[in-house]
């Protein structure tokens, strides 16, 4: 069955995952500052990687739910569901620049060339930023449609470095349930996308 919502609907609905989209936030600050958390800095740097790549998940989810239900609006919400992407892998980056290295630039660089499972999570942030800054109509309208659409194929570069990050750093810990759950969920995803551009 198609569904078309109306632009008033849909504004609803954009209004609900954007305060849905805080609440991981909202939950991170409330446990850290009430002093219920044992080690603050893993909770908060776990919590805003983890929800990178649930929004990452959710991004990349829009496109084939759009094409199997034939609900064309979907696309409507991909921004959105980027731009908290980008948003919690900032929080993500700034937490371990602020609270593993205090802002020490120099520190922070020796840290991402010495460990690997760092240096993919940073190329994966760096790779993000234009991404974020080209998501506007006014930026679409400025690279044109093609352009747009080949810088933001970077996604599926990204994909697989922060599956690769997240690998290494559960490595240490002979912990890979979540990054095999999230490893299975893009590949589908990024799957999709190769088959149906093969019967093109």
């Known amino acids: 069955m198609v569904f078309n919502p109306s632009p008033k609907q849909i504004g609803w609905l954009?209004?609900?995952?954007?305060?849905?989209a805080l609440v991981p936030l909202l939950r991170m600050v409330y446990l850290t500052v009430s002093g219920q958390l044992v080690d603050p800095l893993e909770f908060i740097t776990r919590g805003t990687g983890d929800w990178t790549l649930y929004f990452l998940c959710f991004t990349l989810a829009v496109t084939p739910l759009r094409r199997l239900s034939k609900w064309n609006w979907l696309i409507k919400l991909r921004r959105m569901l980027g731009l908290f992407m980008f948003f919690y892998g900032l929080l993500h980056f700034m937490t371990f620049l602020w609270f593993d290295h205090f802002f020490d630039v120099q520190e922070m660089w020796k840290d991402v060339l010495k460990r690997p499972f760092i240096t993919v999570g940073f190329i994966a942030f760096v790779l993000l930023i234009p991404l974020a800054v080209t998501s506007t109509n006014a930026m679409v309208k400025r690279l044109g449609g093609k352009r747009w659409q080949w810088l933001h194929r970077l996604i599926y570069v990204i994909a697989p470095l922060a599956i690769l990050h997240f690998w290494w750093m559960k490595a240490g810990k002979h912990d890979f349930i979540q990054p095999t759950i999230f490893g299975v969920i893009?590949?589908?995803?990024?799957?999709?996308?190769v088959w149906w551009a093969a019967r093109k």
């Open 186 to 193: 893009l590949s589908v995803l990024l799957l999709m996308r």
């Open 14 to 20: 954009k209004g609900a995952i954007f305060a849905l």
